[in-house]
T-cell receptor
Framework: NAGVTQTPKFQVLKTGQSMTLQCAQD?????MYWYRQDPGMGLRLIYYSASEGTTDKGEVPNGYNVSRLNKREFSLRLESAAPSQTSVYFCASAPTPRGSYEQYFGPGTRLTVT | AQSVAQPEDQVNVAEGNPLTVKCTYSVSGNPYLFWYVQYPNRGLQFLLKYITGDNLVKGSYGFEAEFNKSQTSFHLKKPSALVSDSALYFCAVSHNQGGKLIFGQGTELSVKP
């Protein structure tokens, strides 16, 4: 099992460009999450998908959109990148949306917006 | 609103000594509490969790954590630190609606030989 995979690993964008971060899991999990990690701020939830066919906003959704393409895949799109979106992005998955389950994290995408 | 605080940005410990990484939380209702570890340029790895029951929870790599409801704390501990324990540690509380995690800001643990 690969677990949670993310592509790309690194990306540099110019302000105003768009891109999509890809995430896939092979653990048959129902719930998937996108977080961003900034120094001194821990991880903050951007969007999540409790189950296939549903998506909801997290703590910091502005400037992002998501698509739950199928049970395995959950993508994050930046329509018009801004320097404030420079961050490390992590995708995670969990068996169910119940809070008692731990989440499994991907290796991250390091994004720089110039 | 739920929140998590890790009061120390950095903890320095000598190898072989006990270590403690502190975490306090604020939640309504019964908390689900987690510890994750992040090694450089890697994703987060689950260490342990408290859901209910025994206040002392044992996890991976010899780590344990003590849930204290009266002090709203969930400190991470290890009796004897290893250099390889050096990493960034995150405490988190889970929201039962959607399983969303709320993280503390992280504590950098440095274990010196």
């Amino acid at each position: 099992n690969a677990g949670v995979t993310q592509t790309p690993k690194f990306q540099v964008l110019k302000t105003g460009q768009s891109m999509t971060l890809q995430c896939a899991q092979d653990m048959n999990h129902n719930s998937m999450y996108w977080y961003r990690q900034d120094p001194g701020m821990g991880l903050r939830l951007i969007y999540y998908s409790a189950s296939e066919g549903t998506t909801d906003k997290g703590e910091v959704p502005n400037g992002y959109n998501v698509s739950r393409l199928n049970k395995r895949e959950f993508s994050l799109r930046l329509e018009s990148a801004a320097p404030s979106q420079t961050s490390v992005y992590f995708c995670a998955s969990a068996p169910t949306p119940r809070g008692s389950y731990e989440q499994y994290f991907g290796p991250g995408t390091r994004l720089t917006v110039t | 609103a739920q929140s998590v605080a890790q009061p120390e940005d950095q903890v320095n410990v000598a190898e072989g000594n006990p270590l403690t990484v502190k975490c306090t939380y604020s939640v309504s209702g019964n908390p689900y509490l987690f510890w994750y570890v992040q090694y450089p340029n890697r994703g987060l790895q689950f260490l342990l969790k408290y859901i209910t029951g025994d206040n002392l929870v044992k996890g991976s790599y010899g780590f344990e954590a003590e849930f204290n409801k009266s002090q709203t704390s969930f400190h991470l501990k290890k009796p004897s630190a290893l250099v390889s324990d050096s990493a960034l540690y995150f405490c988190a509380v889970s929201h039962n609606q959607g399983g969303k995690l709320i993280f503390g800001q992280g504590t950098e643990l440095s274990v010196k030989p």
